[in-house]
Nanobody, 127 residues
């Protein structure tokens, strides 16, 4: 059973940067497709970014392209979400998610395809 714990959230101002981390434990990290999702108050949870288990493929929501970068460190069992030029509309609870994949270059934007989820970390961007 894989456990995921997010960290790095907080209160920042518009234009600031922030890095979220997701630490995995309890399983083989290197074959896990990893993703970040977010849920703003009163809204559904949406896809943010995903990275294949090889690290060779990434995918981003249009709303964060060019501002957010997802990466992973398989040796340390960590996945990161580097967020820059933050906007008030980026305010949300950010969730880390994972699913095992055979294809080392597979990514996914579909929540239903992810099996493991973290508890989330709050990011608040003030204007």
């Amino acid at each position: 059973q894989v456990q995921l714990v997010e960290s790095g959230g907080g209160l920042v101002q518009a234009g600031d940067s922030l890095r979220l981390s997701c630490a995995a434990s309890g399983g083989t990290f290197s074959t896990l497709l990893m993703g970040w999702f977010r849920q703003a108050p009163g809204k559904e949870r949406d896809f943010v970014a995903s990275v294949s288990w090889s690290g060779g493929s990434t995918d981003y929501a249009d709303s964060v392209k060019g501002r957010f970068t997802i990466s992973r460190d398989n040796a340390r069992m960590l996945v990161y979400l580097e967020m820059s030029s933050l906007k008030p509309e980026d305010t949300a609870v950010y969730y880390c998610a994972a699913v095992r994949r055979g294809n080392p270059f597979s990514t996914s934007a579909k929540q239903s395809e992810y099996y493991y989820w973290g508890q989330g970390t709050q990011v608040t961007v003030s204007s």
